[in-house]
């Protein structure tokens, strides 16, 4: 059975490997919404120059949404912050912009690729925000189906 000491070293590990994913991903994002992507920027007509522009704050919300959540992770699992509090409805996750489906394959392959990025790991952390609202089973069964259910409900 899966002591709460190794299930707070594996959500501390999760935590750290998403935060990490989300600072990479950032950097990447900047690198290229403010050099690479310029120069394909200004080969899109005026319009789609206004939908690249704003689909690069989205990127950029979605990641920062996520990194102050995971920060808010980290600050519980250090014991800076009261577990009670990163349910505040102002620690929890922001909602992610949307993209739509003609804006997004207007964009060039890069840009696609960052905003895809960005998506999937504002969904996957949506999932772990969510789970905490889940109670976790108290009663004596099995561990194996705890375990299971706890993963459904973060995925």
Known sequence: MMGEGQTARIHRR????LY????????????????VGRDERDLLDA???????CESLKVTTRLM?????????RAVDAGELPPRDALDPSRRLGAAPET???????MPLAAQGL???????????ARLDAAQEVPVATTAG???RMMLDRLAHAF
């Open 47 to 53: 319009m789609s120059r206004v939908v690249f522009s």
């Open 142 to 144: 099995s561990p194996a």
């Open 100 to 106: 739509e489906r003609d804006a997004f394959d207007s």
């Open 14 to 17: 999760l935590i750290d490997s």
């Open 115 to 125: 905003i895809a990025a960005s998506i999937d790991l504002h969904r996957r952390v």
């Open 20 to 35: 990490t994913e989300s600072m990479l991903l950032a950097d990447e994002a900047r690198g290229y919404f403010d050099e």
């Open 65 to 73: 949404h996520v990194i102050a959540w995971l920060l808010t992770q």
